[in-house]
């Protein structure tokens, strides 16, 4: 079972002004695919407390790591420069599917810089902030989590 960690970034839902829709979406979307969600934080768009809650998460044993937010081109969207401050390595497979599977919904994806990247032992998913956004995109790279997991956990694998 993938023990998971859900990241929240939004400037609004982490003072309170709105309810955050999309750490709930992609937990019960963690849950359908068998997934133990081991914890959820909602941090603002900024640099350092995204790294803080990643780094915390992977200390506390989550092998994938699922961020919703700050993935757009806005002048507070930093998740990616978060990310790639602290990765071991990007994989960029992910975020091109991604992108090349929305395009199909909607043309504003080609503006999208979702990614995934290794964070220590942790596989990193960065998702659009919509929730159904975030939840069509993990089901584009879904056949590929399970692996990349275990490749991040260092645990042997048959492939």
Request: hydrophobic letters at 45%.
């Given at each position: ?132 956004g975030a939840v069509e995109c993990l089901g584009f790279v879904l056949g590929a989590i399970p692996h990349a997991v275990k490749l991040a956990q260092r645990v042997p694998t048959s492939c």
């Amino acid at each position: 079972m993938i023990q998971t960690g859900i990241i929240t970034i939004s400037d609004r839902a982490s003072q309170g002004v709105y309810e955050d829709f999309g750490g709930p979406a992609l937990r019960a979307a963690a849950q359908g695919h068998g997934w133990q969600v081991h914890a959820e934080v909602i941090v603002p768009d900024d640099l350092k407390a995204i790294q803080t809650a990643v780094q915390s998460l992977e200390s506390q044993g989550c092998g994938l790591i699922l961020t919703t937010g700050g993935t757009g081109i806005a002048e507070r969207d930093v998740t990616p420069e978060a990310i790639r401050g602290i990765m071991k390595v990007e994989l960029p497979g992910f975020g091109e599917v991604m992108r090349m599977r929305s395009l199909e919904i909607t043309p504003n994806a080609i503006l999208s810089r979702c990614l995934a990247a290794v964070v220590g032992r942790s596989l990193v998913v960065a998702l659009p902030g919509k929730p159904q956004g975030a939840v069509e995109c993990l089901g584009f790279v879904l056949g590929a989590i399970p692996h990349a997991v275990k490749l991040a956990q260092r645990v042997p694998t048959s492939c």
